[in-house]
């Protein structure tokens, strides 16, 4: 099978604190991947070292076959981000900022006209096209950087936390379109600390911590039988029954 | 993608004063205080063409080398990060720093200041066109010095963002800009009264401090013409020579500030709840040491009451992605 993206021993250290050391990952072209990790695991640094948008202190990121750090704008354009508390030109209207988008990704005008009203429809966004981004709530602003990640439609799309902040209804909006992309042949990489929702969409999936991939693989060989977050839990090295700190928390009678 | 990037300005401007009466306010008083002062500019530049060569040379350099000082002094101060256009929206874009920056540039000289700059730049020419040669080199200082006003002004921005944005850097603008402003009001009454009182020979003093301004960086480009009108060629070719070298020389930088930025965006400002300042609005005000004082006079903190709503209101978007860029 084909890889979408191959990280090969990425480091990245700020100040003192290694937050990527030495990660190793292969990403099946096709399919759904899941990232997950504790918070400070290292998932947002390695998926910007994996999309041009932080330079690695080592190591090489590839994507469809291109070499991330030889040219970033080339890989950037081969794919769809949406990284976490994205900057956007959030003076601009929905429809505006993907039109913009669409042009500055060199997309035939005729195509953005199209894909930016199917876009903001199956996003719920078309009743606020013409809301500035900048009034977008946080949802509404995730699901924007979405429209604008998929504008040009990418072989592989890189979600850092995709789903955060996004409405049951949304997300569930934003799942079948990552279902369909993902079945038309698109590759997602998305991060997430939420284990029931990598195990509901997910096809294979990384375990990360302290930035390095404790586990890698499809899904059922990930979790061996167990639940995921179990499994999670395990793997990270959560010792729970600790319950003897935060006494001071437990709320007294009076 | 020039006429792409000045659309987008021009968009984004538009949605800002849509979303604020007191900004279309702000930017028609803006508007005609500096049509107004180009008015005033060129009332003046039309009445030099009635004075020598020397004289002409002698006022129009000093002036122009200032306006240069000023764009570079307050774009550092008052504006800080043009963000409008900010470089580090394009990190997520396939767009080269070469490519975007022609159309930055352009998009730079989209507003009030901007154009005001360019006019008072081809005022210059209104007031050298004697000669064939003179209006040539009018018409080269202009354009050379108006390029250099946005370059420098957007090169520095560039070199410091994140430095600029960083609330103790906003704080220390404050108090550099009270000392400027402070130290423009006295250097003025003294001069006007060393005048006044003294009248040692003005003339001369004019005449040190436009040779001075134009073998400054500033002044290169703006002195141009008066070297043409003394006939000394060969002052005029290292003018024109250097003010030509200086450009390139910070469209390079700029470039490679801004290929940085594009893969490391530096978030600008987050987390720390920087103080953010008003953008073109206070751009509207004249450059100059009294409109940086009237920008931050309307608040102490430096959030102005109408220019503040254009950022104080924009959502501190801590890029994390980038926010990992800054290293500490």
Known sequence: MPVAMQLRGLVKSFGAKRAVDG??????????????????????????????????????????????????????????????????????????????????????????????????????????????????????????????????????????????????????????????????????????????????????????AQGRVLAAGPLDEVRAGSTLQQRFLELVGFHAGDEEGLSWLRSSSS | MVALLVQLKLTLLRNSLRRSVWRTIGLVLGATYALGLVAGAYAGLVALRWTSTTTTAEVTVPVYTGLTV????????????????????????????????????????????????????????????????????????????????????????????????????????????????????VGTNLLSRAAEQQLTDPVALLATVASVASWSPFGWAWALPSDVARGAWASATLHLVLAAALVVGLWACWTSFLGRRLVEPTSAGTGSGTVRSGRWVERLYPTGAAGAIAVRARSPSGRCATGGATRATSPPSPARWSARSRCW
Do not use: Q
Not at chain 2, 106 to 114: I, K, M, R, T
């Open chain 2, 70 to 185: 000023g764009w570079l002094l307050l774009s550092l101060l008052v504006f800080g990060v043009d963000e409008t256009v900010d470089p580090a929206r394009f990190a997520l874009l396939p767009v080269r720093a070469r490519e975007l920056l022609p159309g930055l540039l352009a998009a730079a000289l989209v507003g009030v200041p901007g154009v005001a700059t360019v006019l008072v730049a081809l005022g210059l020419v209104v007031t050298w066109a004697r000669t064939p040669a003179l209006t040539v080199a009018g018409l080269l200082a202009a354009v050379l010095g108006a390029v250099t006003c946005v370059l420098l002004s957007r090169t520095a921005t560039s070199a410091f963002a994140s430095f600029l944005s960083s609330r103790r850097f906003r704080d220390l603008a404050a108090i550099l800009l009270a000392v400027l402003g402070a130290a423009f009001a």
């Open chain 1, 23 to 208: 990660l190793d990952l292969d990403v099946p072209a096709g399919c759904l991947y899941g990232l997950v990790g504790p918070n400070g695991a290292g998932k947002t640094t390695t998926l910007s070292m994996a999309t041009g948008l932080l330079r690695p202190d080592a190591g090489t990121a590839r994507v469809l076959d291109h070499d991330v750090w030889a040219d970033p704008a080339r890989a950037k354009a081969l794919m769809g981000l949406l990284p976490d508390g994205l900057r956007l030109f959030d003076r601009l209207s929905g429809a505006e900022l993907l039109t913009y988008v669409g042009r500055l990704r060199k997309v035939p005008r005729a195509d953005i006209a199209t894909r930016s009203a199917e876009l903001l429809e199956a996003l719920g966004l078309t009743a606020d096209a013409t809301t500035l981004v900048a009034d977008y709530s946080a949802g509404m602003t995730k699901k924007i950087g979405l429209a604008c990640a998929l504008i040009h439609a990418p072989r592989l799309l890189v979600l850092d936390e995709p789903f955060e902040a996004v409405d049951p209804v949304s997300g569930e909006g934003i799942r079948s379109i990552l279902r369909r992309y993902t079945r038309d042949g698109g590759t997602v990489v998305l991060s997430s600390h939420v284990m029931e929702l990598v195990e509901s969409l997910c096809d294979s999936l990384a375990v990360v």
